[in-house]
């Protein structure tokens, strides 16, 4: 079978001597240097963008992450559309290469999976091994209303996101506030995949069980921002088992403060 092969791996290794080490380390060079476009490789049919396009683009602007094993977001605009750019291009190589490839890989897996699911940006692929692309949502993340009490149709929204990538098999694992955005017409979007445990139909054993956990934490997480935001007590907020979890969580937080010598300070939502 005939196939294209880079003029540097056609130099180096004679197909005539080709091993089973030469023929993964192909596969493997073939993928770092895919063009963007082939690196692009959407799981729903997604507007035709050009995603090599935004290398020549400046961003219009950039959320740095919060220390360095965090990605950087740009957001671009692309004719009519709004891209944002998640990508850890800025790291030191060491965390590129690690944690950089891991969680992109990992983000552009359960987008993949949760396909059309109604509260989720539109995915438009990778972009090599440290990027990936999505729709820029016209929305702010919860933190932004700590001062604020929202209506519990918020969080019913999200309830239902939620519960819909959990029929894909997909646990989102580290909810937070910073991952739940509210635009001003009241819609509600999901974002950050990053950690999402992809549990495929037919899993057994231990992986299901640990899915299983995963989505309790989905909908325990869920509960305590409902409560943190409504001001309703956790176990009104739907959730007796998150209730129990968040009281642990608590105890073992105010324990940690204590052993670090720092001070509680309780934030309350202003009704």
């Known amino acids: 079978m005939t196939r294209d092969v880079p003029a540097w791996y056609a130099r180096t290794v004679p197909h005539s001597r080709e091993s089973p080490l030469s023929r993964h380390l192909f596969r493997y060079a073939s993928w770092l240097r895919i063009n963007v476009k082939q ?130 098999g997909v646990a989102v694992v580290d909810l937070h506030h910073r991952d739940v955005l509210l635009s001003e017409d009241g819609a509600v979007y999901l974002v950050d995949l990053a950690m999402a445990w992809v549990a495929d139909p037919s899993s057994r054993g231990w992986r299901k069980r640990v899915f299983r956990f995963l989505r309790e934490q989905d909908h325990a997480a869920l509960a305590r921002m409902r409560a943190r935001f409504t001001g309703l007590e956790t176990v009104t907020a739907g959730a007796p088992r998150a209730a129990r979890w968040h009281a642990r969580g608590r105890w073992v937080k105010r324990l940690f403060d204590r052993l670090r010598g720092k001070q509680r300070n309780e934030r309350r939502v202003v009704r």
């Open 39 to 168: 690196a692009s490789v959407p799981s729903r049919p997604a507007p035709a963008i050009d995603l090599g396009a935004l290398v020549e683009l400046e961003p219009e602007r950039v959320l740095f992450g919060r220390n360095r094993t965090k990605a950087d977001v740009r957001f671009y605009r692309l004719g009519d559309r709004s891209l944002a750019v998640k990508t850890y291009a800025p790291r030191p190589a060491w965390i590129r290469h690690t944690v950089g490839r891991f969680l992109i890989r990992r983000e552009a897996r359960a987008y993949r999976a949760a396909a059309d699911v109604e509260g989720l940006p539109t995915f438009y692929g990778r972009l090599g091994p440290y990027a990936l692309a999505t729709e820029a949502v016209p929305a702010e993340p919860l933190r932004s209303f700590r001062s604020q009490r929202l209506d519990d149709a918020v969080f019913d929204a999200a309830a239902r996101t939620l519960e819909s990538l959990h029929a894909r």
